[in-house]
C-alpha cells in the first residue's frame, strides 16, 4: 500500500510513519514529490494489517492500496517520472535524449582508444563495451574481463565520457564499481533473482534489459527486485523479444515504450543493434524509438566491424554514428526534446 502525506506534512510526521512501517514489520520506500511525500509499504507478513491504523496518524492524508504486482516501479507509486543521475550532468530520463554508445565487446586498448572519440563527437555522453560476454557458443570469445574495463575507463575518460557495462554475475558487483557508472543486467539475466537483488544493495544506476520472451510485467517486476533493496536508479531498456519473424535478430517492440511509461515511472532506453542484428537498419529504428518517447539509445559502434571478435554485423561505421547523431537531434527538438552532437 501507498501512504499519502500531506502537503505540510513535518520532517517529523514523515520520520514517526517510517518508523511505524518498520514497526510493523514492513519495509518503507520514501518518495518525495514537488507537492507531497509519499511512503510506501512493501513486504511480506504473516497476518492482515488495516489501513486504517495509518490513516489515523498526524500527517497522513491518506493510505491507498497498490493494486498494481510491482508497487514500487509503479506510476500509481510514483506520478512524476524518474529522473537517473548518472553522473558528470548526464541525466536519463529528462528532457535530454542520451546516447550510449561503443563496441560490444572490449577486444583491446587499440580499439577502445580508437572508438572513444568518435562516440565523443557522435553526441554520446556514455560509452558501452563488454568485459564479461554471454555467448551462445562456450566456443565463442567471452570478453576481456577486468582487464578490458581499466581499458575503457581510461578511454572513456579522456573524452569525459560516463561508461556503462554488463556484469553476469554477483560475484563481480564489487569489481566492476571500480571501473563503471551504470551496471547493465543483460536479457539472458533480466529473471536472475539472486543479481537483481545484490544490485538493490548499491547505490549505482542500473541498465535492465527486457528478456528475450518477457512480459513488460516481467521486466517491471524485475525492476521492482532491485527497487525492494533500496536502489530506485534503474533505466529500463527494450531491445527486442524473440518472436516468429526471422527477419531481424529480434523483433523491437517500439509499442513497449509509450506503453512503460504509462505503467511506470521508470525511464527506457532502446537498443536498435541487438533488435535488429543488421546495420542498415540500426538508425531507422533508432529514429523510430526517439519519436515513440524513448529517452535514450544505446548503440553498437565499431572502427573496423569487419575484424569484429562480436556483433560486427550489427555495429555502426563512425560516419553512420555521426550523422545518426544530427538526425537524433532534429527528431528530439521536433517532440519536444534535445540531444545535441558535438560541431
Do not use: W
Not at 95 to 123: F, H, N, R, W, Y
Amino acid at each position: 500500500m501507498m501512504i499519502v502525506m500531506t502537503p505540510h506534512a513535518t520532517t517529523e510526521q514523515i520520520e514517526s510513519i517510517v518508523q511505524h512501517v518498520k514497526d510493523e514489520g514492513f519495509q518503507p520506500h520514501r518518495s518525495d514529490g514537488k507537492e507531497q511525500t509519499v511512503i510506501g509499504v512493501v513486504g511480506i507478513v504473516d497476518r492482515d494489517v488495516d489501513p486504517r491504523q495509518f490513516e489515523v496518524l498526524d500527517g497522513v492524508a491518506k493510505v491507498v492500496r497498490l493494486s498494481s504486482p510491482f508497487k514500487l516501479a509503479s506510476r500509481q507509486f510514483k506520478e512524476e517520472d524518474t529522473i537517473v543521475d548518472v553522473g558528470k550532468g548526464v541525466l536519463i530520463g529528462g528532457t535530454e535524449v542520451v546516447l550510449m554508445a561503443g563496441p560490444c565487446t572490449i577486444e583491446s586498448k587499440e580499439q577502445v582508444d580508437a572508438i572513444a572519440p568518435i562516440v565523443a563527437q557522435a553526441g554520446a555522453r556514455i560509452m558501452r563495451g563488454g568485459a564479461f560476454k554471454p555467448r551462445t557458443s562456450p566456443y565463442s570469445f567471452q570478453g576481456m574481463g577486468e582487464e578490458g574495463l581499466k581499458h575503457l575507463r581510461i578511454a572513456a575518460d579522456r573524452h569525459n565520457l560516463l561508461i556503462v557495462s554488463e556484469v553476469m554475475d554477483r560475484s563481480q558487483i564489487d569489481m566492476m564499481l571500480n571501473y563503471v557508472d551504470i551496471l547493465q543486467v543483460g536479457a539472458r539475466n533480466m529473471q536472475n533473482f539472486d543479481l537483481l537483488k545484490d544490485l538493490g544493495k548499491v547505490r549505482r544506476p542500473v541498465l535492465l534489459k527486457r528478456g528475450i520472451a518477457a512480459t513488460l510485467q516481467e521486466l517491471l517486476l524485475a525492476a521492482e527486485y532491485i527497487m525492494a533493496g533500496g536502489n530506485t536508479q534503474i533505466i529500463l531498456c527494450e531491445r527486442g523479444i524473440r518472436t516468429y519473424e526471422t527477419s531481424t535478430r529480434n523483433t523491437l517492440d517500439i509499442s513497449a515504450i509509450p506503453v512503460v511509461k504509462t505503467m511506470s515511472h521508470l525511464p527506457i532506453i532502446v537498443d536498435p543493434s541487438h533488435s535488429t542484428g543488421l546495420r542498415h537498419l540500426v538508425a531507422p529504428v533508432a529514429r523510430a524509438a526517439i519519436a515513440a518517447g524513448a529517452d535514450g539509445l544505446i548503440i553498437e559502434v565499431h572502427n573496423q566491424p569487419e575484424k569484429a571478435l562480436c556483433d560486427g554485423a550489427q555495429s555502426l561505421l563512425p560516419a553512420q554514428i555521426e550523422q545518426l547523431g544530427h538526425q537524433i537531434a532534429g527528431i528530439a527538438q521536433s517532440i519536444g526534446r534535445r540531444f545535441q552532437p558535438a560541431a
